[in-house]
């Protein structure tokens, strides 16, 4: 009798052991970095190719592992019940019970989990090879399992996805993104956290948000005389120029700097005869609700770097080029030649002068604001948007946590604004001019 006890406490202890594997090898394979290990495949390691296999089968490598784990549990469980009910009565129920909650506890979850979670990779590749083989076999008995799982939450009306759809994934890369940060972080991480949101918001902001707008652009009139022509090519600091003729509106191509110059080097003095509008490239006309990701595909496909937005009803908007794009996904691109126009100074610790005509997605970029772009896309659209009036100069609105200060105003456009952090004291109602009374419709 007592060698057959001591079988049995062997054996417990041998199931708990294997409890234990299931347990650690369940949290080591959901807490390993899936990218870290998608590198080490990459390399060559074979035990991280057979986990990048595991987590393909994510529904069979959880079935197998839940149903070795319970099964050696149970199993444990029935033994020692057997055991005490032999040696303590009736009373060994209770004492297998309080006994083996705790054994399991300590020894089967709590202890390989810990173990798990501090060394999830190392504990991954460990496990993998043995997990793959168990997988194999279980394989049958967990796609009856997932079938009955299946009908049963289909009666309740509930669909068992096997993949992520595609905002559920962007929104894992904007979490990882936004992990990426720590105690310490320098400008270089901070740079490639702003690069990454920007590659993931390509598909969200329309070239509206980012042209030159007209009454910014740099064309030149076709019907002037061809030296005036070159001269304001020379003359100015961009190497692609609208040409228009009788009307700013009316795009009739795009004259590239480097085709004039060599069309004026082949005329020598002659620039009488020079024709412009030969040279000159045909206009290409986009929509202004074409997104960025779309346009960086298309310019590359037709090896394009300038397009002129127009309007639903063809009026021009604007320009955007490739240099735009990629702006706003490594930031400003300043050469030589680049007129320095940021619009935005520093007065002191969170106080900013700011040109009306900023953007506001640079604002959130170079600071890390959360303003809202969806109803306007520069900051004197949104301050026009949460006051829902003109505001006079010196008026100061608080909404969106900063505090805005109308310091320039031309007719009906807001040129310049102070942006502060608002007093801890001092919290406005959003799109109110501070200290002023609510306001009442009329």
Do not use: C
């Amino acid at each position: 009798m007592d060698m057959d006890i001591a079988i049995t406490l062997g054996a417990i202890l041998a199931l708990l052991v294997v409890s234990a594997f299931f347990s650690g090898s369940e949290t080591a394979l959901t807490a390993a970095s899936r990218p870290r290990l998608h590198n080490l495949a990459q390399s060559g390691n074979r035990r991280a190719n057979v986990v990048n296999q595991l987590w393909l089968e994510k529904e069979h490598l959880i079935g197998a592992i839940l149903l070795g784990n319970n099964l050696v549990n149970i199993l444990a469980s029935a033994l020692a019940t057997s055991v005490l009910i032999a040696l303590f009565g009736e009373a060994g129920v209770v004492y297998a019970t309080l006994g083996m909650t705790l054994m399991v506890l300590i020894f089967a979850e709590v202890l390989p989990k810990t173990y798990a979670l501090q060394n999830a990779e190392r504990a991954a590749l460990t496990v993998a090879p043995i997990l793959h083989v168990i997988v194999a076999l279980l394989k049958p008995i967990s796609v009856a399992i997932q079938l009955v799982v299946r009908n049963a939450l289909s009666l309740w009306g509930i669909e068992v996805r096997h993949t992520l759809s595609a905002e559920a994934t962007e929104e894992q890369l904007r979490g990882a993104i936004d992990l990426h940060q720590g105690e310490g972080e320098g400008e270089e991480e901070k740079h490639e956290r702003e690069m990454l949101r920007s590659i993931l918001d390509l598909g969200d902001v329309w070239v509206e948000e980012i042209m030159v707008h007209r009454k910014e652009m740099v064309s030149i009139d076709i019907d002037q005389p061809p030296a005036r022509i070159v001269e304001e090519v020379l003359s100015s600091p961009y190497t692609r120029l609208p040409l228009w003729r009788d009307d700013p509106d009316n795009i009739v191509g795009v004259l590239h700097a480097k085709a004039l110059l060599r069309a004026v080097q082949a005329a020598g003095n002659k620039l009488d005869g020079l024709d412009v509008v030969a040279i000159a490239n045909d206009a290409w006309f986009i929509p202004e609700t074409t997104d960025l990701l779309s346009q960086l595909q298309a310019f590359r496909s037709r090896h394009e770097h300038f397009a002129i937005v127009v309007d639903e009803y063809g009026e021009v908007l604007g320009i955007v080029t490739l240099e735009d794009i990629l702006e706003e996904i490594v930031g400003d691109i300043s050469d030589e030649h680049d007129i320095e126009m940021e619009g935005v100074q520093m007065e002191r610790a969170g106080s900013f002068i700011v040109e009306g005509k900023v953007t506001l997605r640079d604002l959130n970029r170079r600071f890390e604001w959360r303003l809202p772009d969806e109803e306007a896309s520069t900051i004197a659209g949104l301050v026009l948007h949460e006051a829902r009036r003109i505001p006079e100069t010196g008026q100061i609105f608080t909404f969106h946590g900063l505090n805005f200060e109308i310091l320039g105003r031309k007719r009906n456009q807001i040129t310049s604004i102070r942006i502060t952090e608002p007093p801890e004291t001092e919290a406005p109602e959003a799109g109110r001019p501070a200290g002023a009374p609510p306001e009442t419709a009329q």
